[in-house]
């Protein structure tokens, strides 16, 4: 079987998105890791689907590259790039997730600006703080985290009966000056740690606001620079959340499977 793919990255978290709108093409979760494979296959940290809504622009079909779904917020900034690009929209558009209907904002600078459903509490642990965003994050801080053995202890904590057996996302952080930081992240799903992760770069943003940060913070990444912007209510809750960075075409072409 012959499928057209789009080959897309944001921030350094790679996907392959397929066109479905015609509904033409549904795969195992054997197909979905061969296609991630990065030696057998096309190579990336998940698999999109665009395929029709309703009465939304899109619904968005997530995998990451174990076969498993979950809300991923670069993956949804990218796919909203290339709907774009397949003229589904202009500069805005309301499209359907994992966890639900999203918006999103095209720039001009080709960044995307998405909004992320609101998060009713931050839950303080022992060591660190889980924030759900869509898909489950804990967050850690650390003084050094270019040199913290992220894959180690983000494994350890990953599957650590405290988070259940759907176990958790881990991300580190070290606090910067200027209202920004650095945020490494052990992803569930590709089991490894991952340029960047849109869901775990929001969630370490409200916890660095418990640490003292404010609206908007900047976030580096091993795969480049996002923003997030949110607002914090009295009630422990964040609301008006936006995720804001780039996403590109790498390439695009016709696979084998």
């Known amino acids: 079987m012959q499928i057209p793919f789009f080959k897309y ?12 709108r015609k509904k033409e093409y549904s795969f195992s979760i054997d197909q979905i890791k061969k296609i991630c494979d990065r030696k ?8 999109m689907l665009i395929e029709p809504h309703p009465y939304l622009d899109f619904n968005l079909i997530y995998y990451n590259s174990d076969g498993t ?16 690009a397949l003229h589904m929209l202009k500069s805005k558009t309301q499209f359907n997730a994992y966890d639900g209907a999203h918006e999103a904002t095209l720039l001009a600078d080709r960044t995307v600006r998405l909004k992320m459903n609101n998060v009713l509490t931050a839950q303080s642990m022992p060591t660190g703080t889980f924030i759900n965003t869509g898909s489950p994050h804990f967050i850690q801080v650390v003084q050094d985290v270019e040199r ?13 009966k405290d988070f259940g057996p759907d176990g958790t996302n881990v991300n ?10 650095f945020v490494r992240t052990y992803e569930r799903g590709v089991e490894d740690e991952t340029l960047s992760c849109g869901t775990g770069v929001t969630a370490s943003a409200l916890a660095a606001y418990m640490e003292g940060y ?16 949110f607002t914090a209510n009295s009630d422990g809750s964040f609301t008006n959340i936006y995720l804001i960075g780039p996403a590109r075409k790498v390439f695009e072409g016709v696979y084998e499977l």
């Open 9 to 20: 990255e944001a921030t350094g978290n790679d996907f392959v998105i397929i066109d479905n």
């Open 40 to 47: 057998f296959g096309i190579g990336a940290d998940g698999l």
């Open 69 to 84: 779904s979950s809300l991923c917020g670069n993956g949804s900034r990218a796919a909203v790039a290339l709907a774009s």
């Open 148 to 160: 913290f053995p992220i894959i180690e202890v983000g494994k350890r904590i990953r599957y650590s």
């Open 172 to 181: 580190f952080i070290q606090l910067l000056p200027n209202n920004s930081i």
């Open 214 to 229: 404010r609206s908007p913070v900047k976030i580096k990444t091993l795969g480049g620079e996002l923003s997030v912007e």
